[in-house]
């Protein structure tokens, strides 16, 4: 489960072509039309039947929803024994010298665990102040896609957006899957806030969600419900 290519990106943060640079303004995303019966922009929260161990207790933005299959990002896994500040440096964002003078926004950026899909690979989840024309995907409004690494160089700088998460991997799901799961009560889903993605207390997103729904995880049974 979960572990189909996203759709509509064979390789998302691979672009052919060099993206550009970081303007001092940026563009507006443009604002996407809502798709009546897929859930773009929507959090994923696993029941506790979810028979994957991978995603027991995980809270999932959905980036991509069509019927191409489904992508999305785990919000409340971190990465262990990681730091972003020390992926800059393996990534060669800046060199080690320059740790001790990144700026403390930066530093406060949390490393998750995105899913299983492409672990290798960086995907920041971030507010749309932030957006790099034919890079970042805007999903919902106020959040935005980006897996190029002109988005950690800006933060790097102090210039990249208001609010980002770094995430290692994603969920992807092929055609129909993602609805199935749901149908067979493996899957909840509610309405995404700023503080279930970029919150951080990660620990506490899987109860949070749950709240948002009004559901009390001590009577939370294994039958199916839609928020």
Not at 17 to 35: F, H, I, L
Request: aromatic share 6%; with cysteine; net charge negative.
């Amino acid at each position: 489960m979960g572990e189909a290519a996203a759709p509509g990106a064979d390789d998302p943060g691979q672009s052919e072509t060099e993206p550009r640079e970081v303007s001092a303004k940026p563009k507006s995303p443009p604002r996407k039309t809502p798709k009546r019966g897929y859930l773009d922009g929507q959090m994923l929260i696993a029941m506790p039947s979810m028979g994957d161990e991978r995603f027991a207790r995980s809270v999932i933005y959905v980036c991509a929803h069509s019927t191409e299959g489904a992508m999305g990002i785990v919000v409340n896994q971190p990465a262990a024994n990681v730091s972003f500040p020390d992926l800059l440096v393996q990534l060669e964002v800046i060199p080690t010298s320059e740790l001790i003078q990144l700026r403390s926004r930066a530093g406060g950026v949390q490393v998750l665990k995105g899913g299983p899909v492409d672990t290798q690979r960086g995907f920041v989840l971030h507010s749309s102040d932030f957006f790099i024309e034919n890079s970042t995907l805007p999903i919902d409004e106020g959040i935005c896609l980006t897996a190029t690494l002109d988005i950690l160089k800006a933060i790097a700088r102090g210039s990249g957006p208001r609010s980002a998460i770094l995430a290692l991997g994603y969920a992807g799901w092929a055609p129909g899957q993602l609805e199935n799961e749901i149908q067979h009560n493996g899957w909840l889903h509610c309405a995404a806030d700023p503080d279930l993605i970029f919150g951080a207390d990660t620990g506490r997103k899987y109860v949070n969600a749950l709240k948002k729904i009004g559901i009390d995880l001590g009577m939370l049974s294994s039958e199916a419900g839609h928020a």
